[in-house]
């Protein structure tokens, strides 16, 4: 997916399809991020782990990270950074226009933290009030997760196996099970969220403004330094370098195996039989390999 363009109106939960979203992954797992701002698919901690997030399939109980301004929005594009696997949505409102770049860090050896998934927000243009609701629910929606703030001021969303912790440039409060930030940027101003993906009691430290840019450069350097080492020269080099883009987020860096699908139980229509689990590597897949190296 290049670019999405649609006019939802205001940004609240629900359904959504398959094709409103983009993918940011590391390698190791991948989350799929909605044109209403949504983490709504996320499996820690990878790709056929059982999911944090999966209002994909169901909207009410899966559990999902909502990211986007609190009044109407006309439109919303998606679209990825230039030559990289950072996802960006913008919002296009009567205060103003706001875009949320998306995107997990690779372990790149450069001091690289461990997993997550960062969420830089920016009102470009304007004064954009801005929410943010992380609700967790662990083993496809079956567990509610238990929230805990911390001294530092972030909060550790945590059940018996998987632990994980929110951290932001800006307060965050809990309240019904979910972890939640309510803000406004003026232009040109930018606010951070970070969930580290596999967190404990003991971690703790801020987010500030400068990591969050500091894991988006390394991200951005890691996926070009990556696409640089392609040959093509020919014809439609720009769609050819995208789809090996979105074929690389599909592998798994420690085994170079190419996952179907990050998605599981999609039937091709509601209530049909083909609900497959695509996250296993087929053997149509390995075929590719070479093309992602």
């Known amino acids: 997916m290049n670019y999405i363009e649609s006019s939802s109106g205001r940004t609240e939960p629900g359904e959504s399809k398959v094709a409103d979203h983009g993918l940011i992954g590391d390698l190791r797992t991948a989350a799929l991020v909605s044109t209403k701002g949504t983490v ?18 169901d909207s009410e109980r899966g559990g999902a990270w ?17 030559d990289s696997n950072v996802h ?17 860090p690779v372990d790149s050896g450069d001091d ?19 929410r943010s609701e ?15 703030a911390q001294d530092d001021g972030s909060v550790l969303l945590c059940d018996s196996d998987v632990g994980l912790r929110l951290r932001a440039s800006v307060p965050l409060t809990i309240g019904g099970g979910e972890v939640r930030a309510s803000f406004s940027l003026g232009e040109g101003h930018i606010a951070a969220f970070a969930l580290d993906l596999q967190a404990s009691e003991d971690d703790q430290g801020t987010l500030s403004i400068e990591e969050a840019e500091w894991l988006f450069d390394i991200t951005v350097a890691f996926w070009r330094q990556w696409l640089a080492q392609g040959t093509y020269r020919g014809r439609w080099r720009e769609m ?3 789809s090996a883009l979105a074929l690389k987020l599909l592998t798994h860096r420690s085994s170079g195996a190419i996952i179907a699908a ?5 039937p091709e229509h509601v209530g049909g039989e083909r609900n497959w689990d695509y996250r296993f590597v087929w053997s149509r897949e390995t075929l590719s390999r070479t093309l992602v190296g």
């Open 240 to 242: 050819v370098e995208r």
């Open 112 to 130: 690289c933290p461990g997993q997550g998934v960062v969420r830089i927000v920016k009102a470009v243009r304007g004064e954009v009030e801005l």
């Open 262 to 266: 990050p998605t599981a139980s999609l």
């Open 134 to 148: 992380v609700q967790a629910r662990f083993d496809y929606g079956q567990r509610a997760a238990t929230t805990t």
């Open 66 to 82: 909502r990211l986007a301004p609190t009044c109407e929005v006309s439109t919303t594009q998606q679209f990825y950074f230039p």
């Open 40 to 57: 709504d698919w996320l499996c820690v901690p990878r790709f056929d782990a059982p999911s944090v997030f999966c209002a994909l399939l």
């Open 88 to 104: 960006i949505t913008r919002f296009l409102t009567e205060d103003g226009v706001a875009e949320v770049r998306d995107f997990m």
